[in-house]
């Protein structure tokens, strides 16, 4: 079995409600996908997805598609893709970074080995430990009345863990929202808040210290990236548990969080973690280190959602709670069957070879951003 052909394809689907972020990352309005179809000589097809969000990611979707057109593509062409492995260090010794790239052929690679022996990919990784998985519900930031009344709506849809953004708005409207949020729901929902690096050590502080008593699980991000002496002066206040998710796009990174006790919670996201097989090694740093993981997403087709959920279900260091499998729900389409796994605020592992989500060539063909199909030619 050979590579013979390589396709990506930049997709933009509107957002049912834009997503107003951190003041670093602004509102979102539109997904920018970069879906990637792996061909093989026997009519196999493996599908893989890039989700840049730039700058919360390096990489943008012109970007991703440049590369694997100009690097990774042509790596590929004419190799078995079975052998994940052998791609894996091509990549790594042609770019050092570029992990959306490498990630969306990555997921294609997994899908293929699954599809080429009716296998599903979470077998592969060594079996399930469950068949479905809680969803979380995302808010962008708001009011505090926003916040109940968005929470109150989607408790009636079944969910039960809530991540409440941040980062946007003054620290100490921030402290008010997340104690109106423990006044009125108190134990009776899980919830966590997300600062993507919107805040600097001393609202950090402020913050961990001004809502001390109130029940979320962890906070996210709460210094920027790379802040290493600033989660340490976090971890001295002894308030909330912590979650790394931009501080963590490489198991180099895991490895000196968990290492030094930095951080309780390592965000995983298939894209942003260069695929599979990368987010495999940063979850064992998790498993080894005691930490926990929480499956989160960025704005995502159902390629990379069901990549996740492949991931998700045989992780055995899943926090409680709800995990960001609600991406293509809050898209106005989707490019794939992933929606028709969730289930009243839950998603249920396909038992279909590869990555068992069918793709929806009409959405595709409809939602594919204009000229910026890119082929890569049979290597001679
Ligand atoms: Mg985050």
Known sequence: MKVDRIEA???????????????????????????????????????GEADPLPPFTEESWAGVMGTIEGVLGPLLMGRDPRDILEHRLLADRALEGDLLAKGALDMAL?????KSNGTPVWRLL????????????????????????????????????FMIKMGALPIETEIQRAQ?????????????VDANQGWDLGMATRFMQGTRGCGLDFVEQPVPRGDLAGLR????????????????????????LAGEGLVDVFSLKVTKNGGISRSLDIA????????????????????????????????????????????TLRLTDDITSFRG???????????LPGLGVELDEAALAHHAAEGVTIRSRVRT
């Open 110 to 114: 997994w899908d293929l080995l699954g």
């Open 233 to 256: 002066t976090l971890r001295g206040l002894a308030t909330h548990p912590i979650s790394a998710d931009e501080g963590v796009q490489t198991a180099a990174e895991a490895l000196v």
């Open 126 to 161: 060594g079996g399930k430990l469950r068949g479905s998985v809680p969803l979380l519900w995302p808010f962008g930031s708001g009011t505090s009345a926003q916040d109940l009344e968005r929470i109150q709506a989607k408790r009636a849809e079944g969910y039960g863990t």
């Open 284 to 327: 064992a740093v998790a498993r080894l280190q005691g930490l926990g993981v929480l499956v989160n997403s960025m704005i995502e087709l159902g390629i990379t959602q069901a990549a996740a959920l492949q991931l998700a279900v045989t992780l055995p260091n899943l926090v409680p709670g709800g995990h960001c499998f609600m991406s």
């Open 9 to 47: 394809q930049h997709v933009t689907i509107p957002l049912v409600t834009p997503y107003v972020l951190s003041r670093k990352y602004g509102t979102v309005t539109h997904s920018h996908a970069v879906v990637v179809r792996v061909y093989t000589d026997d009519g196999l097809v493996g599908l």
């Open 341 to 351: 796994l969730v289930r009243r605020a839950e998603v249920h592992v396909p038992d």
């Open 180 to 192: 109106a949020i423990q006044e009125r729901f108190g134990d009776e929902i899980r919830w966590n």
